[in-house]
């Protein structure tokens, strides 16, 4: 039986009658004036209205902090996500992070309403925190905040304690918090709060003999495949590591014919207890992990290195000598052969990315990455677009721009939104689009080549499976960028005589 | 004297229910209860429409999300102002799938995310000054805009801002309605309540203020309560006007503020999504005597009802009109129903859903040869449990708010071909192995409203129920032994 569903289905002549008809009680625009207008927010006159605007934001690529602190909870063992504050932000959470990974994501709020407004939230955090421990057994529970409980001024750390005294969860059972108000930052300082509130909570404090082992933390990544991946280059180079907060198997679990609210293979507590006597602490990115930074360097007495985020041969050969110098392990023969597939990849491929003008949006650290990427094939960044990017972003990004003769057409704007974005490539036309899913409607809009990079991406399956960085990486995302401009190339040459077999 | 049945379900939920520490145990019991269908069982009463228990992940969401998520985000050419901080706006943006047509940016605003993206100074100094900012700001870039609505979040209502001072002085400077909108998430117990509030903007901020300048007809009707989610609307239109009926405004899939404010010269309103939109249907019934008639156009047999009851309230030649489409269309239903029931029959289904098609969709299923064993809202009220009684049979379970611990244990223990809720749910029940098929998004297929809908939403049950991919799902060895021991 053919089945029609909405694909095909709007498009029958009846549906178009239809919509036609329905103008009647519109109350709409004419098509001239529609398309006069369409027409105008193409211009450069537009663009400067656009870009004089001060209060409204537009498609912004950013999210509220604790999106990220949920994340970040679900990198420790048994770990079970609690939000202070209003629920529905906690059923926001959950739907975003499993719209991106197609998986369950756990997390409970303690359903704060009028009363707790006015009263404060003591009474839903004591029962709500004897209610998720009797019901989903987990043996941390990590405590974040949304907008209402920071307005109201709850006290996380009082009531923790109080609740505890309470008897709604087991005095052992760690309860670590971290106030993350979505009114600053974005995800990514969420991420970094929650984290450096797990460390510190579980912390074994810190011998002052350091042993061999460094700390691997990876950042608010949206790739299971890329906490992976980190695991195989210190693999590969023979190096005694701990990743903390690795949440790649909770965000990317079997199917076993049941469903475990708390899969394994997330960061144990012991590892985070020993962390602590580690030499040296690596960050994969600095922008999520600016406090976890300063609590490592200050309660650890440890180093920290913070990024660039190892996308592209560069990024990921600098990432790699930061690990011989702190550890004194040399690359091993696999990963130069490795290293050397990688950079023959971009070898094949380098023709059909060579000079092509590129538009980026998304987080500072994976910009970063990005660009070096593309700089390295001799693509030519020009709009780079960071709502979420600060001044410190926008330097380091000039910086890596500079140092490139492809780096010349690129302008870096920070606090900026898609809505912005979308002047830029109607006025200065590029050739690609790198961004997350919600970049779809640019791609519709301006019909620039998309490729989707980043987080959140929605409307393609397990691309978050595949690493981004590394060595391999490289390959996924050069693969990625060229096998969609051919895709592109060859739906232009239908009709023509470059429609070629070879490519 | 609770039948067999009753007392064996009502053993199943005691069991489950066992896990909960006692103050919270005693307040599930109140809303998971066996069903009596003739809803006179006392015991089997269902307690809706409370506030959640902390902390036991409930599925519900908020006020923001019934107001800006369901009822005024569809509306497609008013700018609708996420004011507050930037996530709510993030994670609402185009998950509903409110299909629409317009020039996204131009004349219609549906896929765009607008915030005021609240920062600490907002917070403390407060928004409105931003606000007024926002909206001049607006004007300027879409100036096709028919309207601009203000979706409060959390902290505007504690802050104490006056978003309504602000749109009121707005709407005489820009000569557009400018609609402040109180759904802060911290109000009521769930996305109901922003239902209701949203209902209310809609009364105070559009009637008599916009419409289309339209003659009447004998033949007028809404929809109301459609927000053509993968088209559902356009589906259940293309009834109505086969029956002879002129829809003069469609709430608020694909809507217009026009739209909105056309409802009043209706000569029936009908409702489809009764939880959401009832209130103004009421108020529209009280101030102009404007009836209101619930319809269901999921499944031929629904459909064909629904069809007959809304062709009642006309002359002859709808109701021949009426006759004639059921004709013309029961081959072709038929037809699917000849297609999948050999494939469906005796299939059994657990629903998890919103305020609504837990028992809307039940008449579907059951023209597929389906059975309903389970069935819950997230927020339904008394109202709705009163509704579905009837339609599910002796002993199914019904759950108000259910927690998924409470999901995970219904499963386990019912066992059922197929399971309805949302993306929360979606994935967990992938690691099961057990059937799943998203129920407010239609996982992102669609329509399943209507003649055209039910084709589809028959392939989709059975593409769901019958693919041999869960068949793949085996435990291995190891995982039993870990689980044993």
Known sequence: MQTTDHNDLFTQPEYIEQFERKREFEGCSSRAEVAEVAEWTKSAEYREANFAREAVSINPCKACQPLGAVLAALGYEKTLPFVQGSQGCTAYFRSHLSRHFKEPIAAVSSSMTEDAAV?????????????????????????????????????????????????????????????????????????????????????????????????????????????????????????????????????????????????????????????????????????STVKTGEFVHDEWGQEFVAGPMPIGITATDALLAEVTRLTGRQLSKRLEVERGRAVDAMLDSHP?????????????????????????????????????????????????????????????????????????????????????????????????????????????????????????????LLADIVNTLLDELDRKAMDTPSFDLIR | MPSPDINQTQKLIDEVLEAYPEKTRKDRAKHVKPNDPSGECSSCAVKSNVKSRPGVMTVR????????????????????????????????????????????????????????????????????????????????????????????????????????????????????PVVPVRCEGFRGVSQSLGHHIANDAIRDHVFGKVGTDIATTPYDVTIIGDYNIGGDAWASRRILEDMGLRVIAQWTGDATIAELGNAPKAKLNLVHCYRSMNYICRYMEETWGTPWEEYNFFGPTKIYASIRAIASHFDDTIKANAEALIERMRPEMDAIIAEYMPRLEGKTVMLYVGGLRPRHIIGAYEDLGMEIIAAGYEFAHADDYKKTHPRLKEGAVIMDDATPYELEEFTKRLKPDLVGSGVKEKYAYHKMGVPFRQMHSWDYSGPYHGFDGFKVFARDMDMTVNSPVWGLVRKPAWASERAAG
């Open chain 1, 119 to 287: 009263f404060g939230g003591l009474s839903n955090m004591t029962e709500g925190l004897e209610n998720a421990y009797a019901l989903y057994h987990p043996e941390m529970i990590a405590v974040s905040t949304t907008c209402m409980a920071e307005v109201i001024g709850d006290d996380l750390r009082a009531y923790i304690k109080q609740s505890k005294d309470k008897g709604a969860v087991p005095d052992e059972v760690p309860v670590p918090f971290a106030h993350t108000p979505s009114f600053t930052g974005s995800h990514l300082n969420g991420y970094d709060a929650m984290t450096r509130g797990i460390l510190s909570e579980l912390s074994g404090g810190s011998a002052a003999e350091k042993n061999e082992t460094i700390n691997i933390i990876p950042g608010f990544d949206g790739y299971a495949g890329n906490l992976r991946e980190y695991r195989h280059l210190l693999d590969w180079m023979g190096v005694k590591y701990t990743m903390l907060g690795d949440y790649s198997a909770v965000v990317d679990a079997p199917a076993f014919g049941e469903y475990e609210l708390y899969p394994a293979g997330a960061t144990t507590f012991n590892e985070v207890r020993e962390a602590g006597n580690a030499k040296a602490t690596v960050a994969m990115q600095q922008w």
């Open chain 1, 352 to 476: 059909y990315i060579f000079g092509k003008r590129v538009a980026l949006v998304g987080d500072p650290d994976v910009l970063l990455g990005l660009i070096s990427f593309l700089l390295k094939v001799g693509a030519r960044p020009v709009h780079i677009v960071a709502t979420n990017g600060d001044k410190k972003f926008k330097k380091a990004a000039d910086a890596l721009l500079a140092s490139s003769p492809y780096g010349s057409d690129a302008t870096v704007w920070v606090k900026k939104d898609m809505w912005h974005l979308r002047s830029l490539m109607f006025t200065e036309p590029v050739d690609l689009l790198l961004g997350p899913s919600n970049a779809k409607f640019l791609w519709r809009d301006t019909g620039t080549t998309f490729v989707r990079v980043g987080f959140p991406i929605f409307d393609r399956h397990h691309l978050h499976k595949r690493p981004i960085v590394g060595y391999n990486g490289a390959i996924n």
């Open chain 2, 61 to 176: 969401g908020c006020a923001y999300a019934g107001s800006k998520g369901v009822v005024w985000g569809p509306v497609k050419d008013m700018v609708h102002i996420s004011h507050g901080p930037v996530g709510c706006g993030a994670y609402s943006n185009w998950s509903r799938r409110n299909y629409y047509n317009g020039s996204t940016g131009v004349d219609a605003f549906g896929t765009m995310h607008f915030t005021s993206d609240f920062q600490e100074r907002d917070i403390v100094y407060g928004g409105d000054k931003k606000l007024a900012v926002i909206i001049d700001e607006v004007n300027t870039l879409f100036p096709l805009a028919k309207g601009i609505s203000i979706q409060s979040e959390c902290p505007v209502g504690l802050i104490g801002d006056d978003i309504e001072s602000v749109a009121k002085v707005k709407t005489v400077e820009c000569g557009k």
